[in-house]
């Protein structure tokens, strides 16, 4: 018997380290660690001691004789990575100490975002005695793309919103939420109050297609969708038009899937997870009977995850096509090769009469959103998949088409938003650093998204919250950071005084109670609060009682 590493895997990496024989790879000192779309068990080194199951945060570890059917495909997945060859020594990390000196005091730092890349990175302080932490973010919740991102069929994913728990109820840590810096706060008297800020803002802008008729009414982009769905305060009033029978969407990475996923996905099913309400009703209602996903390139090159693509064809309610791609091409890689096997084995599926449909459409572009008043159509060319110097590229040809839809949703990548009072490369869309350091400000640190890109997975967060935080340190130690001007404590002063509605940790977790409550009492894991005025009210009772009034006042539009 041997354990699998399934679908659910986030990167985390807490299992390498776990594991007694090193069975587990690619590890974070392995180049292909940052690449990898998950991790895997070599069957033939597991010894079945089971320290993984317990390690991972995400429950994406399981023996063989437990797995379901749906989790079978990863036994081969698992097998085949540690057949081709990769097998190197794992090591285990090395935590830069941090020098104490009585006359600087604790190490202050503010973490601006709440995300997992932020949350990593509090850990890696708070494991370090003497540092207090202040964590911001603009929103009354926390958790970033945890909960605002990650689908809600995909449970077993969000359960890593326990680890970020165990990481708040660390000593030294502390939340401003509902405060945005460059509104209540600037940078400046971020690093008045602290030694360090590290900015962990993740990248929350789309790729624009830049077609003719992208901006008409019935085009929209997946992230807006996918925080529609999963409640996100600032799109509650989103309204999509799903009274066609086809949606398109523009792009095949995992969040396409995920939109594709549910919007074929039966509402029953949906109505035990905790997508949003609205989404919900919006979902019953659908028309929509089949989504078709468009990659310029071939199928060997799209951009999904072999993971998400086998849970996805692991459904039997939803018939899968594929067209414009050559599947019995040989490639040499091993995780490209069971892709193409996995759509294959999907496209050969018989059909079943009443199932939705997804449609996997290879080499082809976008030219246009046609449409008068709103969206009625995608005008779409074929591409000539041209191999040179063993990139693949999609070379347009005079073949057009049209494919009539009322919905379009972009979904091709995304891009880091500046943030005021440092620097931001405009075209990259990150801010520049050296290994988490922003390059020209001291005592400014990045780490996730805005770091590196939109890279990697939810765990990916946590070696590059390590990297910055060691930089941070070893500053620290140096005397590269200046004494922060104010005492501590002030700055939560100050917050208080320019944003009444800041919800601290006892808020936040009186927000998760209320949302915990109203699900349990529908069999749903949780019932998400919407409107940010709710999550105030949902936090009040544990806001300081002069500041009731005057944070419901704020939410509300009206003047404190």
């Not at 082809?364 to 998949?385: C, I, M, W």
């Amino acid at each position: 018997m041997a354990h699998v590493v399934t679908q659910a895997c986030c990167g985390d990496a807490s299992c390498v380290f776990a594991c007694p024989v090193n069975a587990i790879h690619p590890t974070p000192d392995e180049a292909d660690f940052g690449l990898a779309e998950m991790l895997y068990i070599d069957p033939v080194s597991c010894v079945d001691c089971g320290a993984c199951v317990g390690a991972c945060p995400v429950g994406a570890i399981v023996p063989d004789t437990k797995l379901q059917e749906s989790q079978l495909p990863f036994v081969e997945v698992n097998a085949l990575f540690h057949e081709s060859g990769r097998s190197h020594p794992a090591q285990a990390p090395v935590m830069p100490v941090l020098a104490k000196n009585p006359q600087r005091g604790d190490l202050r730092v503010a973490i601006v975002g709440s995300g997992p890349a932020a949350l990593y990175a509090a850990d890696e302080l708070l494991k370090r005695p003497g540092v207090t932490v202040s964590v911001i973010d603009r929103l009354p919740t926390p958790h970033g793309l945890v909960r605002a991102g990650v689908a809600p069929d995909h449970q077993h994913t969000k359960s890593i919103g326990g680890l970020l728990r165990q990481i708040e109820d660390q000593h030294g840590f502390d939340y401003h939420l509902n405060v945005e810096v460059g509104t209540h706060v600037s940078h400046d008297e971020l690093l008045e109050h602290h030694h360090a800020v590290v900015y962990a803002t993740g990248a929350s802008q789309d790729r624009a297609l830049g077609i003719p008729g992208e901006q008409l009414p019935g085009s929209a982009t997946a992230t807006d969708f996918v925080a529609w769905y999963n409640g996100h305060p600032e799109h509650a009033d989103d309204v999509y038009d799903l009274s066609g029978e086809r949606a398109v969407i523009v792009g095949n990475g995992n969040v396409a899937l995920d939109v594709a996923r549910i919007l074929t996905m039966d509402p029953a099913e949906l109505a035990t997870t905790d997508i949003a309400d609205h989404a919900l009703e919006a979902l019953r209602a659908s028309a929509v009977r089949e989504v078709v996903l468009l990659g310029r390139r071939g199928a060997a090159e799209a951009a999904f995850t072999l993971p998400e693509l086998i849970g996805l064809l692991g459904r039997d309610d939803v018939d899968i096509e594929v067209e414009g791609a050559d599947l019995a091409q040989r490639v040499d890689n091993v995780t490209v090769g069971q892709k193409l096997s996995a759509l294959r084995a999907a496209a050969a599926r018989p059909r079943r009469p009443g199932n939705r449909r997804i449609v996997f459409r290879f080499t082809t572009s976008p030219v246009a959103v046609s449409g008068d008043e709103r969206v009625s159509g995608l005008v779409v060319r074929r591409n000539e998949l041209v191999i040179e110097a063993g990139v693949a590229r999609g070379v347009p040809t005079e073949d057009t088409a049209t494919i009539a839809t009322g919905l379009v949703l972009r979904a091709i990548g995304y891009r880091g938003v500046a943030v005021a009072g440092i620097p931001f490369d405009a075209v990259a869309g990150v801010v520049p650093n050296s290994g988490g350091r922003v390059d020209g400000t001291p005592g400014t640190y990045v780490a996730g998204w805005i770091k590196r890109g939109p890279t990697g997975f939810i765990g990916t967060n946590k070696t590059c919250a390590q990297e910055t935080v060691e930089h941070l340190i070893a500053d620290f130690n140096a005397g590269l950071l200046a004494e922060p001007a104010r005492p501590s404590g002030a700055f939560a002063t100050l917050v208080r005084s320019r944003a009444p509605g800041v919800v601290d940790l006892r808020g936040w977790r009186a927000i998760d109670r209320a949302e915990q409550f109203e699900g349990a009492r529908q069999g749903r894991p949780r019932r998400k609060l919407t409107r940010i005025e709710d999550m105030l009210s949902a936090a009040v009772p544990e806001l300081e009682p002069r500041h009731k009034k005057r944070a419901l006042a704020r939410s509300r539009g009206a003047r404190p």
